[in-house]
Antibody
């Protein structure tokens, strides 16, 4: 059964870099050529924001609103992928979820598709 | 970015009754080449991640009860929950995947009357 689990520090200081890892079990990232893997966040009590995704080959897609601060990478040998968000502020405080994406052909090439399954999420607080 | 707007923000429905959640996109999410609407619905309960209910606007994910149904096309979509059960109390989100970045509605909180 496919499962995703986020891990990383729950507290990050302003201006520093947030780093999270999503460990995937039940499927090998290196053979998952029909899916992307990515990150979505949810500030406390608020809605959902897509951050970005990665294909097993390393191809990435980022939300333009965060692109200058985001790096997503994959390590197929460890079967996990990671998120780095630099220069964080209090506005980056959120529950961060990793999720498998189901990309679909679209008018602009490939869309990110829907997200399923999701990890349980991890709360990251930005505070000094 | 495509803006997704849900209505209402919250609603209260009696057990056994029908709940209707609306979702409107700022531009069409219908891909003419496939005649498919690039829209999904999720359910989120407190302390849990969102759970996929529906994709392609009306295709139920495996294991989702048939009291959940999706409809609509182009820019206007509806999630209908028939015969409301206690476990359906949650926040519901729509999401478009027609273009990158994918975007979500602000959520609709469903509670009991």
């Amino acid at each position: 059964q496919l499962q995703l689990q986020e891990s990383g520090p729950g507290l990050v200081k302003p201006s520093e870099t947030l780093s999270l890892t999503c460990t995937v079990s039940g499927v090998s990232l290196s053979t998952s050529n029909n899916h992307y893997w990515g990150w979505i966040r949810q500030p406390p009590g608020k809605g959902l924001e897509w951050i970005g995704s990665i294909y097993y080959s390393g191809t990435t897609h980022y939300n333009p609103s965060l692109k200058s601060r985001v790096t997503i990478s994959v390590d197929t040998s460890k079967n996990h992928f990671s998120l780095r968000l630099s220069s964080v502020t209090a506005a980056d405080t959120a529950v961060y979820y990793c999720a498998r994406h189901h990309p679909q052909s679209s008018s602009s090439g490939w869309s990110q598709g829907w997200f399923d399954p999701w990890g349980q999420g991890t709360l990251v607080t930005v505070s000094s | 970015d495509i803006v997704m707007t849900q209505s209402p923000d919250s609603l209260a429905v009696s057990l056994g009754e029908r709940a209707t959640v609306n979702c409107k996109s700022s531009q069409s999410v219908l891909y003419s080449s496939s005649n498919k609407n690039y829209l999904a619905w999720y359910q989120q309960k407190p302390g849990q991640p969102p759970k996929l209910l529906i994709y392609w606007a009306s295709t139920r994910e495996s294991g989702v009860p048939d009291r959940f149904s999706g409809s609509g096309s182009g820019t206007d979509f509806t999630l209908t929950i028939s015969n409301l059960q206690a476990e359906d109390v949650a926040v519901y989100y729509c999401q478009q995947y027609y273009s990158t970045p994918p975007t979500f509605g602000q959520g609709t909180k469903l509670d009991f009357k």
